[in-house]
């Protein structure tokens, strides 16, 4: 083994099942329910955004879900990712942890959002779409989707918002590059665009605006449905690929983690590395602490109340119980975008109340500090979403360094920053601000919950 700890497996150990956590629960996760009725939604709710094998992954209770020849034949490119040892960070830090992370970067987007893009895109094609429709955020979950159609050749129609339109162009051209259409958000080509720029003309957007204007113009036309990169439980069951790679990974090292650290927007970076482990938690084969890691400006899960509301901001989605700061929320333009969401996995919510993980929230200095330390010690540029995670990292690092505890640390480094240097420039000329979130901002967002189920 080299200096760096680095752990690859051969292509044949990619995982052969996905695994949903929701069969090791010791309370089901409340579901969604219908706007209209507040009755939990059925496979006819939901038909005209999913297809039919997404929507069983939905609400299904399954522990293993087989992974389809075709999709691991597409993770071939870039799976299984390699799990390090960031020794030269753990010098710099004269930390006695043991720092290891997973590396998403290597995909063909740079993320790990095309472990969740491939099979959607998969099972959409299998039942004749012809068009997928979605939103982003920073933009890595519009490139891996926009990546996966040219893959099964579906046209791909991305909303993306304002805020990290403006700051992160390429991850626009490379959208196109792969075929896909792009718009910022909020757009004049959806009503629900259209409605927010008569009242707000220079909104930044958010991701509730961008999902709302994917999901109308998804209902708007027959051969076309709706995709997600993050939140619902068919995606956080994708991402656990990198989780069961990690626990081999480790296995072969003869380790063990102690604490495992994830960047939390939505959830699912955090769920595809977490949950095989917490699988061996609750089993008493091992007993790590796990951690999530938010920005201040958007605290859905240090924040916000747990409670019924919509994914998105114009309301066309199902009620679902999460973490949330108020559908209407639209969080500051800070450069981790893809944590830029009111609310959290419904999923994660639930088991954030059971008491299964910890969360803490960061501001984006403490996390572009941490994220420079990392790229000058092991030569990768974070993306600023997993740079939470790192801060959060290096702060247990220094605290094992305190005590003197070697402590086993993990963490997901789910995407590199390649399209992030304006971020980086804001933060190394002294121009990068944090931007907590006043209580009374919450408190306004949250006020319309009220006439919602569930408050």
Known sequence: MNEATRVLL???????????????????????????????????????????????????????????????????????TPLVRARRLERALDTPARIYYKYEGGSPSGSHKPNTAVPQTYYNAREGVRRLTTETGAGQWGSALAFACAQYGLECEIWMVRASYDQKPHRASLMRVYGATVHASPSPVTGAGRKVLEETPDSPGSLGIAISEAVEAAGAAQDTRYALGSVLNHVLLHQTVIGEEALEQLASLGETPDVIVGCTGGGSNFAGLAFPFLREKLAGRMDPVLRAVEPEACPSLTRGVYAYDFGDTAGLTPLLKMRTLGHGFVPDPIHAGGLRYHGMSPLLSHMYELGMFEAVAKGQTECFEAAVRFARTEGILPAPEPAHALAETVAEALRCREAGESKVLLTALCGHGHFDLGAYDRYLSGQMEDLALPRDRIDTALAELARLPGT
């Open 10 to 80: 051969d292509e044949s150990r990619i995982p052969r099942n996905w695994y949903n956590i929701v069969a090791d629960l010791p309370v089901p996760p409340p579901p969604p329910l219908h706007p209209g009725t507040c009755r939990p939604v059925g496979p006819d709710d939901l038909a005209p955004l999913f297809p039919t094998e997404l929507i069983g992954q939905e609400v299904g209770a399954d522990r293993f879900v087989p992974i389809p020849p075709s999709v691991r034949d597409v993770y071939r490119l870039w799976r299984p």
